[in-house]
Nanobody, 115 residues
Framework: QVRLVESGGGLVQPGGSLRLSCAASGSIFSGNTMGWYRQAPGKERELVATLTWGGTTNYADSMKGRFTISRDNAKNTVYLQMNILKPEDTAVYYC?????????WGQGTQVTVSS
C-alpha cells in the first residue's frame, strides 16, 4: 500500500505564498511520477503539475511562472511552491503518485486565498 500525506495548506492573502509538502510511504518503486492536482468549489479536479522520478516536469498552463514542483527522492517527498497566489487558486490540493499504471491519492489540503 502507498500512503500519501499532504501538509502546508492554509489561509493566505492574494499575492502571498505557500509551500505544500507530500510525503509518500509504503511500497514505493523507483521510476514513479508524483504530482499535484486541485479541485476548486464547483469544479472538477484538474492538473497542477507533475514531476517524474528523473526530473521531468509538466505544468498546467495557468500555473506556469507562479508554481514550482520539486521532489526529494531520498525522502519520497514532493513539494509545490505557490507564489503570487490569486483567489481563483482557492481549492483542495491533492497529492498523487503513479507507479505501475496505478494512481494513489492523498487526503488533500485546503488552500484558501482571500483578503
Amino acid at each position: 500500500q502507498v500512503r500519501l500525506v499532504e501538509s502546508g495548506g492554509g489561509l493566505v492573502q492574494p499575492g502571498g505564498s505557500l509551500r505544500l509538502s507530500c510525503a509518500a510511504s509504503g511500497s514505493i518503486f523507483s521510476g514513479n511520477t508524483m504530482g499535484w492536482y486541485r479541485q476548486a468549489p464547483g469544479k472538477e479536479r484538474e492538473l497542477v503539475a507533475t514531476l517524474t522520478w528523473g526530473g521531468t516536469t509538466n505544468y498546467a498552463d495557468s500555473m506556469k511562472g507562479r508554481f514550482t514542483i520539486s521532489r526529494d527522492n531520498a525522502k519520497n517527498t514532493v513539494y509545490l511552491q505557490m507564489n503570487i497566489l490569486k483567489p481563483e487558486d482557492t481549492a483542495v490540493y491533492y497529492c498523487n503518485l503513479r507507479q505501475l499504471s496505478i494512481g494513489y491519492w492523498g487526503q488533500g489540503t485546503q488552500v484558501t486565498v482571500s483578503s
